[in-house]
């Protein structure tokens, strides 16, 4: 008969541990006695015993092994902790291993054929083993084991957030947040400051009807009897409308508002310039709001538009959960309350959420909202897998499918046979893969230049360099072959001296 032994891996912040389970085929019987034993440390000490220890190298190793613990995957130290501590099963003993994940055991069976168990007991031992680990390891207290945790834990969570720095949907939860508040704050403070400045001049609420400009000119204007002829130019530039700035200039004039003080006139006065900067503010975050979609979303922005495909991104709270919601999902996102209501009541289900806000649902007509609303919910889902699983996001696979709802339109209105999608996909693959090729050669010439414009300022640097090498070479030989050529002559005429004196 064969004997079975369970071992259970342990994987702590400090290192790994593999334990025994002492008679597992009694204990396995026996779940109950298991679990009131984990709090009381010298029964579990009869159930359980460590067979080997390793602690991690250092902070970066610890890191580096629970990184692939968390992903499944194998990683080299553990590989090497369980080939020498891990006794392989024979014919007398078969040996299994018992680990906390499940993903870590499939691992760990498929690369070194370990039989792993993740079930029964194996979680109750993994529990006492986390409650008195400092107990069962020599060397290891309380302390330290708790200092691990909470530095290998800061560690992690920092590695995870570094991670997630390339795709910043977080930035475009918080901005599309913000211009919803925005919106609800400048509707707020645009009404009472109509209401404010109406004591004063009642009339140009009729006339100009857009918040953002009676800000302006009720900043402009102020006190209504000061307006005359000279501030018609300023006006007419806020209103874009000469015939709306004379029809202001005119109520004015016989404006039946009452008299108001300085000191109120520039209360309100300031109340517009806050008025006026919170909407250019709210220009400026659109602005932003877009930039981050085209980079993040470039495929969903192309479908739906930068607000549209935002709000669904902060709703269903990133652009990965977004990628993994079914399309039937997408369709009624932002329309929870409605959904549960009509399951309740067991009346008809909403057919469409945020995707209600696109203008493919406004443009069809009453009785295909519902189908269009599910087309385009379809293809928003496929965009927003294509963005969030690529590497390389580009807005090609958005415009193709928004020509995909587009000719779904024109079938319901005129019954035109739009194009297949494989068809339609494969031509975006293409187009894809050309865009692709071409901002490679782009790059690769960028690369290039770069290289000739530093060999060609190389070059003129070791030009500039050898000829001031050259002209001082010059002029040092020049002066020393005048030196060189002044010693023969004097000598020369020393030796003429000499004959002529002695000829005579």
């Known amino acids: 008969m064969v004997a079975k032994s369970l071992y259970v891996l342990h994987e702590h912040a400090s290192g790994f541990a593999l334990f025994r389970v002492k008679e597992f085929e009694e204990i396995g019987m026996l779940l109950p006695e298991v679990e009131s034993s984990v709090t009381d440390l010298s029964r579990f000490n009869s159930i359980v015993s460590l067979v080997a220890f390793s602690p991690f190298k250092s902070g970066t190793n610890a890191l580096d092994n629970i990184n692939s613990i968390s992903e499944g995957i194998l990683h080299e130290d553990l590989r090497v902790f369980l080939e020498s501590n891990f006794p392989k099963s024979s014919k007398k003993e078969k040996s299994t291993l018992?680990?906390?994940d499940s993903k870590l055991g499939s691992a760990i069976s498929e690369e070194m054929g370990f039989s792993c168990l993740h079930t029964g007991v194996v979680p109750e031992i993994i529990r006492g083993i986390r409650m008195h680990f400092h107990k069962m390891v020599k060397g290891l207290t309380d302390l330290t084991a708790s200092k691990a945790q909470l530095g290998l834990g800061h560690s992690y969570s920092r590695c995870k957030v570094k991670f997630n720095v390339n795709r910043v949907d977080n930035m475009i939860i918080q901005s599309i947040c913000l211009l919803d508040q925005l919106d609800k704050d400048i509707n707020i403070f645009s009404m009472r400051m109509r209401e404010w400045y109406s004591y004063h001049f009642p009339e140009l609420m009729k006339i100009v009807t857009d918040n953002h400009m009676y800000a302006r000119l009720a900043k402009m204007i102020g006190d209504r009897k000061t307006l005359d002829d000279e501030k018609m130019a300023a006006?007419?530039?806020?209103?874009?409308d000469a015939a709306k700035a004379q029809e202001i200039l005119t109520a004015a004039k016989a404006s039946m508002g009452m008299d108001i003080s300085p000191i109120d006139l520039i209360n309100i006065e300031t109340f517009a310039v806050r008025v006026i900067a919170l909407a250019d503010y709210r220009k400026g975050l659109i602005t932003y709001l877009k930039e981050r979609m085209h980079q993040v979303a470039p495929s969903l922005t192309a479908l739906v538009g930068e607000q549209v495909g935002a709000r669904l991104i902060s709703h269903a709270g990133s652009l990965t959960s977004l990628a993994k919601f079914p399309a039937s999902t997408v369709q009624i996102l932002g329309a929870e309350k409605a959904l549960f209501r009509a399951l309740k009541t067991r009346s008809n289900t909403p057919k469409y959420g945020l995707i209600f806000h696109s203008s493919f649902i406004s443009r069809a007509a009453m009785k295909n909202k519902g189908r269009i609303s599910r087309f385009l919910a379809n293809k928003c889902s496929i965009a927003s897998r294509i963005d969030c699983f690529s590497d390389v996001p580009t807005p090609v696979f958005g415009e193709h499918l928004r020509d995909q709802v587009e000719e779904r339109l024109t079938f319901y209105e005129t019954g035109d046979a739009p194009q297949k999608n494989v068809d339609v996909m494969k031509t975006a693959i293409g187009k894809a893969a050309e865009e692709a090729e071409a901002a490679r050669l782009e790059k690769k010439n960028k690369k290039k230049e770069k290289k000739k414009a530093k060999k060609r300022?190389?070059?003129?640097?070791?030009?500039?360099?050898?000829?001031?090498?050259?002209?001082?070479?010059?002029?040092?030989?020049?002066?020393?072959?005048?030196?060189?050529?002044?010693?023969?002559?004097?000598?020369?005429?020393?030796?003429?001296?000499?004959?002529?004196?002695?000829?005579?």
Request: no cysteine; net charge negative; charged share 45%.
């Open 98 to 100: 018992g680990v906390g």
């Open 235 to 240: 006006i007419e530039e806020v209103t874009m």
């Open 457 to 504: 300022k190389a070059e003129e640097k070791s030009q500039n360099g050898d000829t001031s090498l050259n002209t001082t070479g010059a002029a040092d030989t020049t002066m020393e072959m005048e030196e060189e050529g002044d010693e023969p002559a004097a000598k020369k005429q020393k030796k003429k001296k000499k004959k002529a004196k002695k000829a005579e």
